[in-house]
């Protein structure tokens, strides 16, 4: 009898034992999950040997710097919006030193799915006109300014060259490697020209696997885009005699494929573009104050100057790329 009362009592306090440990463990509160904040910012600058858009030079050829500041407010995890600012170094026909785009839009995402929807605005303060003759081809008389100053190679240029567009722009991720995005943009008066301007493209990324470089931290990718730039008649400044009302410019196909390594926020970026424009409606589209010769004559440029503005091009840029809420804790 007394086995058994010392083995009830030993069952007895094992089971008190285990019954407190779990009542501990049940007491223990999970911690409160972190509270959301909603808003972030996005900011970077980069150096580039040459400022590219859709295929053409903004910059000569030559480097280029610019910056870019960009506050975000995510409604949930699959809708953010946005606005920014970014500045970039440019060398225009016009004089015109430096662009400033102002933008804003929109972010939502479906699975895999991730859209952008929003408005573009490109500045370029500080331009002169170029022109050389009181009235334009049409007769409309111009300002003094025009009248006075104009290019060596018979191009002209506005003062102000400024314009928006809207823009929409779907991108499918695959995997971890592979993603799509097609691009969408259109302006009702492209460069202050008159003449509106569609762009659409398509890109392809490939991301390598995040260990190709070794416990390095180096990522790699690389990427490819192709577009198609439409435009359509400029206003009647940059008539010529066969066209007094205006030139309607050339469509022209553009693309660019490229290799990137990144590190932490950087990114160093080496690509490859070019378009099929000819040098004659090159010269005619961008008012190339560079252009020269007699021989690249098309119907709007009678003149025959070529410019390489829009031809093979070879970019390295080096970015830094960060965020407030993933960077600056």
């Known amino acids: 009898m007394k086995k058994l009362a010392l083995l009830a009592t030993a069952l007895a306090m094992i089971s008190s034992s285990a019954m407190a440990a779990d009542m501990a463990v049940k007491a223990v509160k999970a911690p409160p999950p972190a509270p959301f904040d909603p808003w972030d910012i996005a900011f970077g600058a980069a150096v580039m040997n040459d400022y590219i858009?859709?295929?053409v030079t903004q910059s000569n050829h030559n480097a280029s710097v610019?910056?870019?500041?960009e506050p975000r407010y995510n409604?949930?995890?699959?809708?953010q919006l946005y606005i920014g600012t970014s500045t970039e170094s440019?060398?225009?026909?016009?004089?015109?030193?430096?662009?400033?785009?102002?933008?804003g839009g929109i972010r939502p995402t479906f699975g895999a799915f991730a859209f952008d929807i929003g408005v573009w605005g490109y500045l370029?303060?500080?331009?002169?006109?170029?022109f050389g003759a009181p009235t334009d081809t049409a007769g409309k008389p111009l300002g003094a300014e025009c009248a006075t100053n104009f290019l060596a190679n018979g191009n002209v240029m506005k003062k102000d060259v400024s314009f928006f567009e809207v823009y929409g722009k779907a991108t499918w991720t695959i995997n971890d490697n592979w993603a799509f995005t097609i691009n969408e943009y259109y302006s009702p008066n492209f460069l202050n020209t008159g003449a509106w301007g569609n762009y659409s493209s398509i890109i392809g990324k490939y991301t390598a696997p995040s260990a190709v470089f070794g416990s390095s931290g180096v990522g790699m990718y690389v990427s490819g885009e192709f577009g198609r730039q439409w435009l359509g008649t400029s206003d009647s400044f940059y008539g010529v005699p066969a066209f007094p009302n205006g030139i309607k410019y050339a469509d022209y196909n553009t693309w660019n494929i490229g290799i990137g390594f990144t590190y932490k926020v950087f990114?160093?970026?080496?690509?490859?573009s070019d378009t099929d424009?000819?040098?004659g409606n090159c010269?005619?589209?961008?008012?190339?104050?560079?252009a020269g010769g007699t021989t690249n004559v098309t119907p709007i440029n009678p003149g025959g100057t070529g410019s390489n503005w829009c031809g093979a091009a070879g970019i390295a840029k080096l970015s830094v790329d960060l965020t407030a809420m993933s960077n600056l804790k």
């Open 124 to 130: 370029y303060p500080g331009g002169t006109c170029y």
């Open 283 to 290: 010269s005619a589209f961008t008012s190339d104050y560079t």
């Open 66 to 69: 610019t910056a870019y500041f």
């Open 90 to 103: 440019i060398s225009f026909a016009n004089r015109a030193a430096a662009e400033v785009d102002i933008y």
């Open 267 to 272: 990114t160093l970026d080496l690509r490859y």
């Open 277 to 279: 424009m000819s040098k």
């Open 53 to 55: 858009f859709r295929g």
């Open 75 to 79: 409604v949930n995890k699959d809708l």
